[in-house]
């Protein structure tokens, strides 16, 4: 055994609850243990990553992470931290789903080595689909009582007179089907282990119980707590949304500048979660930081390793080099040889204006900051900071007397221009 898993993950601050006997469990021999991943949509968002980074953790100390995809339970909908149901997804969809996220976590996860200890995806729909109704009643919810159910705080709280949803019988059962699942994979995959978040507890132990009772055998649990900022606000959202790992849905800059500007309180918490440096190297770059917070070492080593991890040092180096264009000094070359959804991410709020190729050409530009940008207010204000040499074109100064022409254009089609470090305009070229 590499590391002793329970230590590892609780040194990093992942664990929550943990049942008794779970970490000798895991010392005696190499195990299974399985993470449950909501298909809801077909790629992971960090919020997803903790959970990803328990089953990476698990496959680093020699056991064996099993990712499982609720399609099934997807089409129920879990009560857990939720004050209404979920929407319930079709079959096609699901697979596009587990598709996307299959790809995503082979990013972390080994699925395809020889190793004892390589990563399994499994979909709850592929044992749930062929269950009867009176089957399951039969052979599952027969074992477990509706007392022992009513017990559980997810269910409590939906049933609680405040509450103005309450609680189908849909979502009800859903602990019982996710107990199922442990207890398919305790005797397909040798599986002893369920992890997930804080608020999957009361799931998590309904599936222990449930090997007890059909099996007389033991199944194990352990939850890491739920992520939240220091500032309170929920972690992995902005204003425009979740981040996700798919590049197409959230830019590899976004995501990169997401990580780059986490506080330094949140910061020393998640470099122990999201990354793979060990102890001894984490407790040293802390104490760097700590001694010139304003270098802010942590969020760059958080920055940096995430965006390898899920993009590629390729996908990196743009985003630090798209980063330096919005905050450091660069050239027009500099912004040329970024993409253009990176382009339009750096600008991205930046106030703009569209025209046409044939009005832009050979324009004045005083009359490029007033008439046709509304930059300025005015042509006398315009230039006097052309003057007051405060005006730049493509992050190049320039002369009252400049005339714009097709070269100016950035990817043919853009012009950004800035008055001193903080003000931007971007003007849209059509051609």
Known sequence: MKKDFVKEVTWRGMVHDVMPGTQEHLNEEVRAAYVGIDPTADSLHVGHLVGVMLLKHFQLSGH??????????????????????????????????????????????DFESDAENAAILVNNYDWMKEFSFIDFIRDVGKHMTVNYMMSKDSVKKR?????????????????????????????HHSCSLQMGGSDQWGNITTG??????????????????????????????????????DPEKTSPFKFYQFWLNTS?????????????????????????????????????????????????????????????????KSTFDDLASIDEQTFLDVFDGVPQAETSLEDFNDLEIVEVLTTLSGFMKSKGEARRALKQNSISVNKQKIDADKKMSPEDLINSKYVLISKGK??????????
């Open 64 to 109: 064996k992470p099993v990712a499982l995809i609720g399609g099934a339970t997807g089409m129920i909908g879990d009560p857990s931290g939720k004050s209404d149901e979920r929407n319930l997804l079709d079959e096609e969809t699901l697979a596009k789903n587990q598709a996307g996220i299959k790809k995503q976590l082979s990013k972390f996860l």
């Open 159 to 187: 049933l609680d007179a405040s509450s103005q949803v309450g609680l189908s019988f849909t979502e009800f059962t859903y602990q019982l089907v996710q107990g199922y699942d442990f207890l398919h994979l305790f005797r």
């Open 208 to 245: 222990t119980e449930l090997i007890r009772r059909v099996d007389q055998e033991k199944g194990y649990a352990l939850t890491c707590p739920l992520i939240t900022k220091a500032d309170g606000a929920k972690f992995g959202k902005t204003a425009s949304g979740n981040i996700w790992l």
């Open 422 to 431: 903080k003000q931007n305009y971007l003007l849209v070229v059509r051609s």
């Open 264 to 328: 330094d309180d949140d910061a020393e918490k998640f470099i122990k979660i999201f990354t793979f440096r060990d102890q001894e190297e984490i407790e040293g770059l802390i104490e760097k930081h700590k001694a010139e917070p304003h270098l802010r070492t942590l969020q760059k080593v958080l920055a940096e390793d995430l965006t390898i991890t899920v993009h590629s040092e390729v996908e990196l180096e743009k985003a630090k080099k798209a980063t330096q264009v919005l905050f450091g």
